[in-house]
């Protein structure tokens, strides 16, 4: 069975103290693998794509990249206002486009 | 401005009683579709739709029902709600699927009770 699994589940970080989220996943074959933010109350809103194993996309602080089971989130120098939950989620070579598997997330607060 | 909009935000209702909601997009995207997201257990895709008439379910789609007559609307049917479908539910539209992100709702509470 298709798996997406988060982990830490929730990390908290001091202002300016880097760290990384981890998705591991176990999928028959990966077409491709997405991050997203969601902030408490609110949809979450999509951040990256990934593709192939050795890519990597950035924007401002957060870096994702991604190996042959796994991807990471890299957050550089945090913010509080980067504190969210952060949400990965895989598409399924062999399936339908649109059938997305999400993982439980991982909650990162970053304290001043 | 683009965007996926829900109806109604809230909602509490008994069990049994027959309750739509909707989820309209203003961005001719081509793919649509319904999670609900629950403590502990993340988002799970309920049904999604890759064009007009075209539907599929995802991880959790008993007791719910989808269709999409037109492409910016995709109603979420509850035909006899049960208290296990508590729980907060979001609408979500792609113009090519997974690849380009989805835009998400702001999210519907439901409770049954």
């Known amino acids: 069975e298709d798996q997406v699994t988060q982990s830490p589940e929730a990390l908290r970080l001091q202002e300016g103290e880097s760290s990384s989220l981890n998705c591991s996943y176990t999928?028959?074959?990966?077409?491709?693998l997405f991050w997203y933010r969601q902030d408490p109350g609110k949809g979450p809103e999509f951040l990256f794509t990934l593709y192939s194993a050795g890519e990597e996309k950035e924007k401002e602080r957060l870096k994702a990249t991604l190996t042959k089971k796994e991807s990471f989130l890299h957050i550089t120098a945090p913010k509080p206002e980067d504190s969210a939950t952060y949400l990965c989620?895989?598409?399924?070579?062999?399936?339908?486009?649109?059938?997305?598997?999400f993982g439980r997330g991982t909650q990162l607060t970053v304290w001043p | 401005e683009a965007q996926v909009t829900q109806n109604p935000r809230y909602l509490i209702t008994v069990t049994g009683k027959k309750l739509t909601v909707t989820c309209s997009q203003n961005m001719n995207h081509e793919y649509m579709s319904w999670y609900r997201q629950d403590p502990g257990l993340g988002l799970r895709q309920i049904y999604y739709s890759m064009n007009v008439e075209v539907t599929d379910k995802g991880d959790v789609p008993e007791g719910y029902k989808v269709s999409r007559k037109e492409k910016r609307n995709f109603p979420l049917i509850l035909e006899s709600p049960s208290p296990n479908q508590t729980s907060l539910y979001f609408c979500?539209?792609?113009?090519?699927?997974?690849?380009?992100?989805?835009?998400f709702g702001s999210g519907t509470r439901l409770t049954v009770v």
């Open positions: 989620a895989v598409e399924v070579r062999g399936s339908t486009l649109g059938r997305l598997y």
């Open positions: 979500a539209s792609s113009l090519r699927g997974g690849a380009d992100g989805y835009t």
């Open positions: 999928v028959s074959g990966l077409r491709g």
